[in-house]
């Protein structure tokens, strides 16, 4: 098979959000008279949205149980400081910048595929500087579900004009190894991102890359590979 596209997450894969996500859950804290919590527990919140993140870092818990009469003021206040300081620490990891280059110089169309929502997503994109790199993005509130569920990858896919098994999906959690599974898209995991506090080398995946241009050196590979036998999952 030779790919088309690629479908990139976010939070954790393409930029490091956790000192902004931080800030504005503690700020939601402190709003209820709670105690800030460490940066490297919020980031363990990190990965299925933000109603998620809200809920866990109310209540300091992966469960994320709080009562549910107190939840819409939390997430109003988390999504008030949010867009304060929403891209103001963010930033890009390592060979993210080379590794899209190397993807476009492939000529593979590329996507953001996130759960989190659209008005911190394109915000964020902008501020950062890597809008202009994306033909398409999709957001937690682009499609009624959010990853681990297929669909916003199905959705990328289709805005790509691509078929499934034509896209890589490169993530850093379960979330996007489950979405790209369902979806029938191959996925890569890079190690230095989010997972919920949990090694992403437990998880079930098409290869372990160390950034974004390994990525690119992967899918390039496969590309010639596939020409003359099948593409053995491949770590780096």
Known sequence: MTFRAVLID??????????DLARAANAMRVEFGLDPLRED??????????????HRALSDS???RVEQERFPAALQAFRDAY???????????????????????LGLRLAVVTNKPAEFTMPLLERIGLRAFFDAVVSG????????????MLHACSLLGVEPAEAVVVGDSMNDAS????????????????????????????????????AA??????????????????SY
């Open 10 to 19: 976010l939070d954790g894969t393409l930029v490091d959000s956790v000192p």
């Open 179 to 214: 979405a790209a599974k369902a979806a029938g898209c191959r996925v890569l995991l890079v190690p230095y991102g989010y997972n919920e506090g949990r090694d992403v080398h437990a998880v079930e995946c098409d290869g372990i890359v160390c950034s974004l241009v390994d």
């Open 41 to 54: 527990v919020i980031a363990s919140f990190v990965g299925k949205g933000i109603e998620n993140l809200v």
């Open 217 to 234: 050196r992967w899918i390039s590979q496969s590309q010639v590979l596939s020409r003359t036998t099948v593409v053995p999952p491949a």
């Open 62 to 64: 992966m469960d994320g």
């Open 141 to 152: 509130d682009s499609v009624a579900r959010k990853k681990p569920d297929p669909m916003p």
């Open 83 to 105: 867009h304060v300081v929403n891209g103001e620490k963010a930033r890009i990891f390592d060979g993210v910048l080379e590794g899209l280059q190397a993807m476009k110089a």
